[in-house]
């Protein structure tokens, strides 16, 4: 029986799934019986190294055996090594860490504590973002009215149309309490911000007392070409949320704050069960030196280079996005051209966009793999 059928007789089915069922992984390939499917999608931007790498399972297996699972309750040593290593991965003003379960999770904290340490109740957000399904980080996502669910959002939100530096001055007041922006929107089809735009949202919050919050819950851990989108940009968030990377393929997420935003909480303030578990941490650990050890970043530049200069080829008329997080803006359809490179065992993502395919792939790519692409690019019709 296909997995899918098996899926179907107990959990809900609200997801629409591929046309494969992998099994296994190595490198960046996905094993499906005989087929080896090249990953550039890295389920959601999250296979960070790939699959099967051995430092990941080494240091897994070493800290399952040493202590599976402990909670906050308690101090522990690899907590702190992962904290102080995010910590010195983040902007030069981000020096504190709240870790947590995920990307919805460390969106739902950074837009409580804006709310909190304001006190304020309007929360401004950019058209056509995501940040996730939870009730406060669901009320900043453009579109979720189709999803929602809950009966009232947790504060009042507008949406400051995307790259319009005047309406940032119309949209964010001395009653907003936070901006929250992906610098590079994923889910819309991986669209980089003008920089004025960001620039001009930063200046606000600064004017106003907002706090900025960037989402780089796609965006960060090195999938930019830099630890995070906000080097390139050169703006200073108060938060940075982080997740899918974070812990190459483990469910963590974390909330990084500047020192003044730290020191606005206390005890009890927040809380999470799982979140900084031994696992996880050892994990964040791990993938950060790895990432920097291996130069991964200036992979990601050069990998993507490399696909700008090629196109346009075939189907895609051109690239948009900032190093592994980008959209192959497509001349039909976007829908067809995936479906078309999976039939040749490529993977790809979709976007909100219909003329965007979304390439999240492992860092750990190779040139051979952007040539794997481009070549069979070059076979498909462009219109």
Not at 174 to 179: I, K, L, P, S, Y
Not at 223 to 231: E, I
Not at 273 to 293: N, S
Not at 319 to 325: C, D, H, K, N, V
């Amino acid at each position: 029986m296909h997995a899918k059928d098996m899926e179907a007789r107990h959990l809900l089915q609200v997801y629409g799934q591929l046309a494969i069922e992998p099994d296994a992984g190595d490198g960046v390939y996905l094993l499906d019986g005989d087929r080896r499917i090249l990953d550039l999608y890295g389920g959601h931007a999250v296979a960070a190294l790939g699959y099967g790498h051995p430092e990941l399972l080494d240091v897994l297996q070493s800290q399952a055996g040493r202590l599976f699972f402990q909670s906050n309750a308690v101090a522990m040593q690899v907590r702190a090594r992962a904290a102080d290593a995010l910590a010195e991965f983040a902007p030069r003003n981000l020096e504190r860490v709240f870790f947590v379960n995920s990307g919805a999770e460390a969106n739902e904290n950074a837009l409580r504590l804006a709310c909190r340490l304001t006190g304020r109740q309007h929360i401004a957000a950019i058209e056509h973002g995501f940040h996730g399904r939870t009730a406060a980080a669901g009320a900043a996502t453009w579109g979720a009215s189709r999803w929602y669910g809950f009966p009232r959002k947790p504060f009042d939100v507008d949406f400051i149309p995307r790259d319009n530096v005047a309406a940032v001055g119309d949209l964010v007041s001395g009653d907003t309490a936070a901006v929250i922006v992906e610098l590079v929107q994923g889910v819309a089809g991986a669209v980089d911000l003008d920089t004025d735009f960001v620039q001009a949202i930063a200046a606000a919050c600064e004017a106003h007392g907002a706090l900025l919050i960037v989402d780089e819950v796609q965006s960060g851990i090195g999938r930019c070409g830099q630890a995070f989108a906000a080097d390139i940009y050169g703006v200073q968030p108060d938060m940075i949320t982080a997740a899918k990377s974070l812990g190459a393929g483990f469910p963590c997420g974390a909330v990084l704050t500047t020192a003044d935003v730290a020191s606005a909480t206390g005890k009890g303030d927040l809380g999470t069960t799982f979140g900084g578990g031994p696992l996880a941490c050892a994990l964040i650990e791990k993938v950060i030196e790895v990432i920097r050890r291996d130069d991964l970043m200036k992979n990601v530049r050069e990998l993507h280079a490399r696909l700008a200069a090629a196109l346009p080829l075939g189907p895609v008329e051109r690239l948009q996005g900032i190093g592994f997080l980008a959209g192959l803006r497509c001349t039909r359809p976007a829908a067809e051209v995936q479906r078309e490179l999976l039939e040749q065992d490529i993977l790809t993502g979709s976007s909100a966009d219909p003329a965007v395919i979304r390439l999240l792939p492992p860092l750990t790519l190779g040139t051979e793999h952007i040539d794997q692409l481009l070549e069979i690019l070059a076979a498909l019709p462009a219109n």
